[in-house]
């Protein structure tokens, strides 16, 4: 096992023994179990890769408890001091995720905080790591503050790897919700490539680069998938970007329409966009045909022609009275003015 494969895996250990301490704090017996079996799923992942919390002025609540063996600061803060984590992976909400569980939380109020770091400029105030969709749902429920629960991370990329780790642990992050991170994180320099983006998520480059392929769609695709993104995984979402290269935008999203309504596979995909490609019209080859031109026995240039009209003319002549000649007698054939030079 490699150091990379050593890490993931401590960091996943350190989600699930955090996790069960939450729940053992915060038992839900009394509550309907659907949903709190699906905010617990949600929101039940804080982790390590912490050190000691940092100390934070709290409006009105501060608790500490032990999760993993480590002391953690649990605060209570206005919602709109909780920013949003700039190095998210979740992209994509569903509003209908949100409704549910604003639902829940009017009835039930908050069972589980969000993991958080202290906020580096603004004192009082953290950024989130996870809990986006606990924070809109809070403001959908009509609440004011938010239950954060304090961590430390040493950089921007861990605080990636961490809210990574949680949504991959949960299985509801999409592709695209990784597409457009990586895009973002790329794009600004936080990685410089498709192998960073592997080292960061143990994933391999090969499932780096198709992930990618996502944000290479029409902006209509990509808003189709934001609609349906459950129905778009990685294999699915390639198959599209590899159709979207010959075909043009309003047969691609009638396509991607299938995709969601009859649950096309991707070999079912693979298969079609084959046939597509078979039946296409090739490219006749062009046949070209080339004349040397010589001076005695040494080459000085060439002419060579296509069947599609295109003629190469080039030669080398060191006289220059023949040189004259020759550009004389090719103006004269082509209509050729002489321009001042500039």
């Given at each position: 096992?490699?150091?990379?494969?050593?890490r993931?895996?401590?960091?996943?250990?350190?989600?699930k023994?955090?996790?069960?301490?939450?729940?053992?704090?915060f038992?839900?017996?009394?509550?309907?179990?659907?949903?709190?079996?699906?905010?617990?799923?949600?929101?039940?992942?804080?982790?390590?890769?912490?050190?000691?919390?940092?100390?934070?002025?709290?409006?009105?609540?501060?608790?500490?408890?032990?999760?993993?063996?480590?002391?953690?600061?649990?605060?209570?803060?206005?919602?709109?001091?909780?920013?949003?984590?700039?190095?998210?992976a979740?992209?994509?909400?569903?509003?209908?995720?949100?409704?549910?569980m604003?639902?829940?939380?009017?009835?039930?109020?908050?069972?589980?905080?969000?993991?958080?770091?202290?906020?580096?400029?603004l004192?009082?105030?953290?950024?989130?790591?996870?809990?986006?969709?606990?924070?809109?749902?809070?403001?959908?429920?009509?609440?004011?503050?938010?239950?954060?629960?304090?961590?430390?991370?040493?950089?921007?990329?861990?605080?990636?790897?961490?809210?990574?780790?949680?949504?991959?642990?949960?299985?509801?992050?999409?592709?695209?919700?990784?597409?457009?991170?990586?895009?973002?994180?790329?794009?600004?320099?936080?990685?410089?490539?498709?192998?960073?983006?592997?080292?960061?998520?143990?994933?391999?480059?090969?499932?780096?680069?198709?992930?990618?392929?996502?944000?290479?769609?029409?902006?209509?695709a990509?808003?189709?998938i934001?609609?349906?993104?459950?129905?778009f995984?990685?294999?699915?979402?390639?198959?599209?970007?590899?159709?979207?290269?010959?075909?043009?935008?309003?047969p691609?999203?009638?396509?991607?329409?299938?995709?969601?309504?009859?649950?096309?596979?991707?070999?079912?995909?693979?298969?079609?966009?084959?046939?597509?490609?078979?039946?296409?019209?090739?490219?006749?080859?062009?046949?070209?045909?080339?004349?040397?031109?010589?001076?005695?026995?040494?080459?000085?240039?060439?002419?060579?022609?296509?069947?599609?009209?295109?003629?190469?003319?080039?030669?080398?002549?060191?006289?220059?009275?023949?040189?004259?000649?020759?550009?004389?007698?090719?103006?004269?054939?082509?209509?050729?003015?002489?321009?001042?030079?500039?």
């Amino acid at each position: 096992m490699n150091a990379k494969t050593d890490r993931k895996a401590l960091l996943r250990s350190s989600i699930k023994s955090e996790a069960v301490s939450v729940e053992k704090r915060f038992p839900a017996a009394d509550v309907n179990k659907r949903y709190a079996n699906a905010e617990d799923a949600l929101e039940g992942r804080p982790q390590g890769l912490v050190g000691p919390a940092h100390d934070i002025v709290a409006p009105d609540f501060r608790a500490e408890i032990k999760l993993s063996n480590k002391q953690r600061t649990v605060l209570r803060v206005a919602i709109d001091h909780a920013h949003d984590n700039p190095m998210n992976a979740r992209q994509i909400y569903d509003g209908e995720v949100i409704k549910s569980m604003a639902a829940s939380i009017a009835t039930r109020g908050q069972l589980v905080p969000a993991p958080a770091v202290s906020h580096p400029t603004l004192p009082g105030q953290v950024i989130l790591i996870d809990g986006h969709y606990r924070k809109r749902a809070l403001l959908a429920a009509g609440k004011t503050e938010i239950e954060v629960i304090i961590h430390e991370v040493s950089s921007e990329l861990d605080m990636y790897r961490m809210s990574y780790l949680i949504n991959e642990e949960r299985n509801s992050q999409s592709p695209l919700d990784n597409a457009l991170a990586w895009g973002k994180m790329l794009e600004d320099g936080k990685v410089l490539d498709g192998e960073g983006v592997a080292e960061l998520t143990g994933l391999s480059p090969s499932a780096i680069a198709k992930t990618l392929s996502f944000i290479k769609l029409p902006e209509a695709a990509i808003a189709r998938i934001r609609e349906n993104p459950a129905k778009f995984g990685v294999a699915i979402g390639y198959e599209v970007y590899r159709f979207s290269k010959f075909m043009e935008e309003r047969p691609l999203l009638s396509l991607m329409e299938r995709i969601v309504n009859e649950d096309l596979s991707s070999r079912a995909l693979e298969q079609m966009r084959a046939k597509l490609e078979e039946s296409k019209p090739r490219k006749k080859k062009e046949v070209s045909r080339q004349y040397k031109i010589t001076s005695g026995i040494t080459q000085i240039g060439f002419i060579k022609e296509w069947d599609s009209g295109k003629v190469v003319f080039e030669v080398n002549m060191v006289n220059h009275q023949e040189r004259e000649v020759l550009v004389e007698e090719l103006k004269r054939r082509f209509n050729l003015i002489d321009t001042p030079a500039n």
